[in-house]
């Protein structure tokens, strides 16, 4: 493909603009990025979505039923707390609530720590493999706005829970059905499970979007572009699966 060497031209884009761009003319977005590496707009998002998507779980399903809908992935742990004496299984439990209740509340905060190291290798790799001029805040600030498709997904899963989804059936790592590890079953292989997960409308768009501001920030091809970006992923996502794999 041909060399994205995009400059900024025109007006300045407002954060708004670029939130909006983003879904409509990412290309635009991203070209301002190299006028200005901000991201405090995706930062605010983030975080507002974050609470939003953590009251929603705590007011329809409840933390305690979100703890056990977890253990009930894991059915080697489930077997353990089962033959735990009566009260030392209780006392687990409601120490586990509650650090899944306080670790749904600040999870943006999580999110913004990968996202900087995912970052780190990624502008590493642009630039001392692949021939990038990227600034590291550039790529981060490309992995912020790419990443906002991703609150979509939430959006959504805040809706279906209001609209009176099942607590039973809910899952905190993987609210809605937009990818294939959804569908599986609990009774599915853990590896296919979380390889399937990651097989995600909305994981996928982002990545596209990810390739495209690389490229443009970096000022490298597609296909440079996604050999650093779409090559951590898969790294990632096999770790991922390997480690579910082992457990």
Do not use: C
């Amino acid at each position: 493909m041909a060399d994205a060497i995009s400059q900024p031209t025109g007006a300045p884009l407002s954060e708004g603009q670029r939130i909006v761009d983003t879904f409509v003319a990412p290309s635009k977005t991203f070209t301002d990025i190299l006028r200005k590496s901000s991201w405090w707009g995706p930062l605010v998002i983030l975080i507002l979505m974050s609470i939003v998507f953590s009251f929603a779980v705590q007011s329809k399903v409840g933390w305690e039923k979100v703890y056990e809908n977890n253990l009930h992935q894991a059915p080697k742990q489930e077997e353990k707390m089962a033959q735990m004496p009566a009260d030392q299984a209780a006392n687990i439990k409601a120490v586990s609530v509650k650090v899944t209740g306080v670790v749904a509340y600040i999870y943006w905060l999580l999110i913004l720590i990968f996202t900087a190291i995912i970052a780190l290798v990624v502008w590493a790799t642009v630039n001392f493999g692949l021939g990038g001029t990227a600034k590291y805040g550039q790529i981060f600030a490309v992995y912020m706005y790419a990443n906002l498709v991703v609150t979509v997904k939430y959006v959504l899963a805040v809706i279906s829970l209001f609209a009176g989804l099942a607590p039973d059936s809910f899952l905190m790592q993987n609210p809605l059905g937009s990818n294939i590890g959804y569908y599986l079953g609990s009774d599915g292989p853990r590896w296919l499970i979380a390889l399937g997960t990651h097989i995600d409308v909305f994981e996928i768009w982002a990545l596209v979007l990810t390739v495209l501001g690389v490229g443009i920030v970096a000022k490298v091809s597609r296909g440079k572009a996604a050999a650093a970006v779409v090559g951590w992923w898969v790294l990632i996502v096999l770790i991922l699966t390997a480690t579910a794999a082992a457990s």
